[in-house]
């Protein structure tokens, strides 16, 4: 069955530095992924999304990059600040025509001011 | 902006209780989904439903059953609540794109 995991389950960067969070995904059909962030007792937030025939994506202080070829998702995000500071989910749509998403089980990102 | 509601954000309940658990959204989605997240597992999808009066179980629907009478709302029923029921419960709705925007959450308790 498809797996979405997280090479790490926390991520402690320096305030200003940049973050790299990763996830590794196993359905090669999955033609869509999203990346969400979730602050303590909130729901998740869209942050970014990627289709499967794009390498890399850029928003405001965030990209996304994928590699098809090793089946593996990554969010950047620049000059990290304190309110970046929550869990990133990434999620995959591993069927065409269907919403059905399936997340991982997350990563938390801390700012160290 | 995309906004979806939940009808409490923390809910106390007793074993054996009936529980309703209400989802709004105001964009006119097609598609509503019903989510429980525990710490270590992830979002767990419990049913779906593509349209009005429509619902598909997901991965864990044993205990649960949805209503979807209205395309604006989802609502989530625990017919008889359980303790291993006590977790955060998040609604979603999409579109077009598989991009789903989450409610804030209801922490349910069940004791």
């Known amino acids: 069955g498809e797996s979405v995991g997280l090479h790490l389950p926390t991520l402690s960067v320096q305030e200003g530095d940049n973050s790299i969070i990763n996830c590794a995904y196993s359905?090669?059909?999955?033609?869509?992924f999203i990346w969400y962030k979730q602050e303590s007792g909130k729901g998740p937030q869209f942050i970014i999304d990627?289709?499967?025939?794009?390498d890399k994506r850029q928003g405001q202080r965030v990209t996304v990059l994928l590699n098809k070829t090793v089946k593996h998702l990554s969010l950047q995000i620049a000059a990290t600040q304190p309110g970046d500071s929550a869990v990133y989910f990434c999620?995959?749509?591993?069927?065409?025509?269907?919403?059905?998403?399936?997340f991982g089980t997350g990563t938390r990102l801390t700012v160290i001011p | 902006d995309v906004k979806v509601t939940q009808s409490s954000r923390y809910l106390v309940k007793r074993t054996g209780e009936k529980v309703f658990l209400e989802c709004v959204q105001d964009?006119?989605?097609?598609?509503m989904f019903w989510y429980r997240q525990d710490p270590g597992l992830g979002l767990r999808l419990i049913y779906f439903?593509?349209?009005?009066?429509?619902?598909e179980k997901g991965d864990i629907p044993e205990g649960y059953s949805v209503s979807r009478e209205k395309k604006e709302r989802f609502s989530l029923i625990l017919e008889s609540a359980s303790t291993n029921q006590t977790s955060m419960y998040l609604c979603?709705?999409?579109?077009?794109?598989?991009?789903?925007?989450f409610g804030p959450g209801t922490r349910l308790t069940v004791t």
């Open positions: 979603a709705s999409s579109y077009t794109r598989p991009v789903q925007y």
């Open positions: 359905n090669s059909a999955s033609d869509y």
């Open positions: 999620a995959e749509n591993p069927q065409t025509g269907a919403n059905n998403l399936f």
């Open positions: 964009m006119d989605h097609e598609n």
């Open positions: 990627i289709r499967s025939n794009m």
């Open positions: 439903s593509y349209d009005v009066k429509m619902k």
